[in-house]
């Protein structure tokens, strides 16, 4: 299984409308025939005026042969290409090797943390193992929606998803593991493997499976 997240940076302002967009003509469009939706959302603080969305396909020549077969569906071009263009400033794709997850939250209306991690060179999979391992202890503070290494265009990134009710549990939680000395243990080790560090808080669209 291969994941790709796309991230769409838009005309400030014009990130709902894009969202809606894809919501309705693109799910209408494409549904899962041309991979798998995971999540989508929008972000609330980090790189402001930003769509994400998280998708799935068995391998990268599935994902090869499915987005060409979408690029040339007339709908695709002529009814959501068409409308969400005006607004689109830039594209970034990472695509993504799954160590853990996706999983699904126990309730709807959360907020989501994206963390990616570029590491030193060679040294992704030693963290994600790392991390893996000390799962169990940080997940009793939050829970994690997924883990991935990415594969392209930064092969010494991991990224992960965590989720949260909302901004103060997220604080707290936060704080609880980092009292917590398997967490403290678990620093220690990874630390010195990582280089730079980005977090980005986003809330689920409307359409998002992961809500």
Same mark, same amino acid.
């Given at each position: 299984?291969?994941?790709?997240?796309?991230?769409?940076?838009?005309?400030?302002?014009?990130?709902?409308?894009?969202?809606?967009?894809?919501?309705?003509?693109?799910?209408?469009?494409?549904?899962?025939?041309?991979?798998?939706?995971?999540?989508?959302?929008?972000?609330?603080?980090?790189?402001?005026?930003?769509?994400?969305?998280?998708? &799935?396909?068995?391998? *990268?020549? @599935?994902?090869?042969?499915? +987005?060409?077969?979408? !690029?040339?569906?007339?709908? $695709?071009?002529?009814?959501?290409?068409?409308?969400?263009?005006?607004?689109?400033?830039?594209?970034?794709?990472?695509?993504?090797?799954?160590?853990?997850?996706?999983?699904?939250?126990? &309730?709807?209306?959360? *907020?989501? @943390?994206?963390?990616?991690? +570029?590491?030193?060179? !060679?040294?992704?999979?030693? $963290?994600?193992?790392?991390?893996?391992?000390?799962?169990?202890?940080?997940?009793?503070?939050?829970?994690?929606?997924?883990?991935?290494?990415?594969?392209?265009?930064?092969?010494?990134?991991?990224?992960?998803?965590?989720?949260?009710?909302?901004?103060?549990?997220?604080?707290?939680?936060?704080?609880?593991?980092?009292?917590?000395?398997?967490?403290?243990?678990?620093?220690?080790?990874?630390?010195?493997?990582?280089?730079?560090?980005?977090?980005?808080?986003?809330?689920?669209?409307?359409?998002?499976?992961?809500?």
């Amino acid at each position: 299984m291969i994941y790709e997240l796309r991230t769409y940076t838009v005309m400030p302002g014009t990130e709902q409308d894009v969202a809606k967009a894809a919501g309705t003509i693109a799910r209408d469009i494409r549904k899962d025939d041309y991979g798998k939706l995971e999540g989508y959302w929008i972000t609330d603080i980090g790189p402001l005026n930003q769509v994400m969305h998280l998708w &799935s396909y068995k391998d *990268l020549n @599935e994902r090869q042969r499915l +987005r060409g077969e979408l !690029g040339k569906l007339p709908r $695709w071009n002529s009814e959501y290409l068409a409308l969400i263009k005006p607004h689109l400033i830039r594209q970034e794709v990472r695509l993504l090797n799954c160590v853990a997850g996706p999983f699904a939250p126990a &309730s709807a209306g959360n *907020l989501y @943390e994206l963390r990616n991690y +570029r590491t030193k060179s !060679g040294s992704a999979a030693e $963290w994600a193992r790392l991390l893996t391992g000390v799962l169990d202890a940080r997940q009793k503070h939050s829970k994690m929606i997924g883990l991935w290494i990415t594969e392209a265009p930064q092969p010494n990134e991991v990224c992960h998803i965590w989720v949260y009710p909302d901004l103060n549990t997220r604080t707290a939680a936060r704080a609880a593991a980092l009292n917590d000395p398997a967490w403290q243990a678990f620093i220690k080790q990874s630390r010195p493997l990582l280089e730079e560090m980005h977090s980005t808080i986003m809330r689920p669209a409307a359409h998002s499976p992961l809500r």
